[in-house]
């Protein structure tokens, strides 16, 4: 069966634009789920979408947002983008959410310039 | 706040050999959930192993199984008969059981080599 598929793979951004990625998770798959990753910060969550509703929400500022489809497909979107924001960011999926394990897709490498 | 934390942040196996990467979390809860993930170059997370905090038993996947020590808080991985597959970073995680509320707390990761 088909994986968590995130688009694109990379961008490159200048500061003080947005942007928008896009995640679709595995058929079923209700939960989904945002981490980013950077080398100093490691792993840090940023919110989760359950049914089209944000069940839980990390501590990142409000420029950091996103919503889900009816048909689970997510979609997260940062605005005023800074320079701190380059990382990877990662799409996990799961039947009903993280303590049932997930399915990650490769990300999407944003460069923020 | 949960704590997770990998204090080897490299390691290396002769390829077949053994070899273990520790974890230790900080919580005051009685019921989660700890995981171990794999990040291979190619960036993709991958689920190595699940361990319900309530259960006894030491979860096994294959040649993957975890030493669980509830009381000490640690929770290492034990590879058995390493191949050059498994050369990835391994990232333990913590997961609070809380249904609606779920998210994992990770580590910082370990880089595990594998020597042919």
């Known amino acids: 069966k088909a994986g968590v598929t995130q688009t694109p793979r990379y961008l490159i951004k200048t500061r003080g634009q947005q942007v928008t990625l896009s995640c679709s998770p595995i058929?079923?798959?209700?939960?989904v789920s945002w981490y980013q990753q950077t080398p100093g910060q490691g792993l840090q969550f940023l919110f989760e979408?359950?049914?089209?509703?944000?069940?839980n929400k990390g501590n990142f500022p409000g420029r950091f947002s996103g919503r889900q489809f009816s048909n689970s497909r997510s979609e997260m979107n940062v605005s005023t983008l800074e320079l701190g924001d380059s990382a990877l960011y990662l799409c996990a999926s799961s039947r009903q959410g993280a303590n049932y394990g997930y399915t990650f897709g490769s990300g999407t490498r944003l460069t923020v310039v | 706040a949960q704590t997770v934390t990998q204090s080897q942040p490299e390691m290396s196996v002769q390829e077949a050999e053994t070899v273990t990467l520790s974890c230790t979390y900080d919580?005051?809860?009685?019921?989660?959930?700890l995981f171990w993930y794999k990040q291979p170059p190619s960036r993709q997370m991958i689920l190595v192993i699940r361990?319900?905090?309530?259960?006894?038993q030491n979860a096994t996947e294959n040649r993957f199984s975890v030493n669980f020590q509830k009381a000490a808080k640690s929770f290492s991985l034990k590879i058995s008969d390493s191949q050059l597959g498994d050369a990835a970073m391994y990232f333990c995680a913590y997961g609070r059981s809380n249904f609606g509320n779920e998210k994992l707390t990770f580590g910082t990761g370990t880089r595990l080599t594998i020597i042919p």
């Open positions: 919580t005051s809860e009685s019921d989660y959930y």
């Open positions: 361990q319900e905090a309530y259960k006894q």
């Open positions: 979408y359950f049914s089209e509703t944000q069940r």
């Open positions: 058929s079923g798959h209700r939960s």
